[in-house]
């Protein structure tokens, strides 16, 4: 079983960007619906992004129109594309590889929008 690894994490300005990278090197990795989620201290994880395998992305109201996310199967990487953040978009972001009943999280990398 491999985990998928994020990367990308890190300090922003607000009105900054950031692209968060997760690899899931698994074989059937272009059957797996891709995922970004989020979770700040003393709340439940929630859902930021979602990309099928077939290309149809799916994103929370908070992020629609900031947030991209995109897949490159060839790399076995998807990516979460972040702009024009906002201070409110601190937490810890974790990759999730889903395909039926399996379900692979990723550690997570922290993201601080802060002046």
């Known amino acids: 079983q491999v985990q998928p690894v994020e990367s990308g994490g890190g300090l922003v300005q607000p009105g900054g960007s950031l692209r968060l990278s997760c690899v899931a090197d698994?074989?059937?990795?272009?059957?797996?619906?891709m995922n970004w989620y989020r979770q700040t201290p003393g709340n439940p994880r929630e859902m930021v992004a979602t990309i099928t395998p077939n290309g149809r992305t799916n994103y929370a109201d908070s992020v629609t129109g900031r947030f991209i996310i995109s897949r490159d199967n060839n790399k076995k990487t998807v990516y979460l594309q972040m702009n024009r953040v906002k201070p409110e978009d601190t937490a810890i972001y974790y990759c999730n590889a889903k395909v039926n009943t399996l379900e692979y999280w990723g550690q997570g990398t922290q993201v601080t929008v802060s002046l």
């Open positions: 698994r074989r059937t990795f272009s059957l797996y619906t």
